[in-house]
């Protein structure tokens, strides 16, 4: 899973605040997903985007969360005015996009949100 | 609708003991790929095996080995002479041909005490 550069690592914020969690993809990879990791559960897919296109976001709440991947720059997940029910790891991965159909993913090592 | 279970929360052994974790899938495809990840205390997901519903043989790397039975939608992970190190969260996952999102199980917290 090396190559997958979540920042930052740790965020805290208080309630009503926004949050904005990075993945830079592996070098090559035009493919990004993001996953939400609930404490003591597993990890649930939230969105799949390719550059400048939002794929799949089906497993994105439909309110408060966007996510973005421009022609240029990371992948960017935003939460507004984030509820204590946000506080999770944010897990982003990415693929090539010439691996399809196989689930090839690599990881970044996530986000940890804490919300006060 | 994909379901992947893993009906053991956590197991606790001792070091040197073998482990196996269970993993049994639900989905209505023909075409499906299953995955192990390690998730270690420091948070990261690292990648264990990759495979796909065509392909039942059992697969064999260092001390751990996965048993893949689709007459029992299983796909086990045994850890052969566990050791301290392999102390993590073990997730099963599974995706279906043509799309990338993996459907995840709970995850089974793996001890190996000294």
């Known amino acids: 899973n090396a190559g997958v550069m979540q920042n930052p690592r740790h965020l805290v914020r208080r309630r009503g605040q926004e949050a904005r969690l990075r993945c830079s993809p592996m070098?090559?990879?035009?493919?990004v997903y993001w996953y939400r990791q609930l404490p003591e559960e597993g990890l649930k897919f939230m969105v799949y985007l390719q550059k400048e296109n939002i794929i799949d976001e089906s497993g994105m709440p439909k309110e408060r969360f966007s996510a973005e991947f421009p022609k240029e720059g990371p992948s960017i997940l935003r939460i507004q005015q984030v509820v204590r029910g946000d506080s999770a790891a944010y897990f982003c991965?990415?693929?090539?996009?010439?691996?399809?159909?196989?689930?090839?993913?690599?990881f970044g090592e996530g986000s940890r949100l804490t919300v006060l | 609708a994909q379901k992947v279970t893993q009906a053991q929360t956590e197991i606790s052994v001792v070091e040197k003991e073998d482990v196996t974790l269970d993993c049994v899938y639900e989905?209505?495809?023909?075409?499906?790929?299953l995955f192990w990840y390690k998730q270690p205390p420091s948070g990261e997901l690292v990648f264990l095996i990759r495979?796909?519903?065509?392909?039942?043989q059992n697969e064999i790397s260092g001390r751990y080995s996965w048993n893949f039975q689709k007459s029992t939608s299983s796909f086990n992970f045994t850890i052969t002479a566990s050791q301290v190190v392999d102390s993590a969260v073990y997730f099963c996952a599974l995706s279906d041909q043509g799309a990338q999102k993996l459907v995840f199980g709970q995850g089974t917290r793996l001890t190996i005490n000294p």
């Open positions: 070098k090559g990879h035009s493919h």
């Open positions: 991965a990415s693929e090539s996009g010439t691996s399809a159909n196989t689930g090839e993913l690599f």
């Open positions: 989905t209505r495809d023909t075409t499906y790929y």
């Open positions: 495979r796909n519903s065509f392909d039942e």
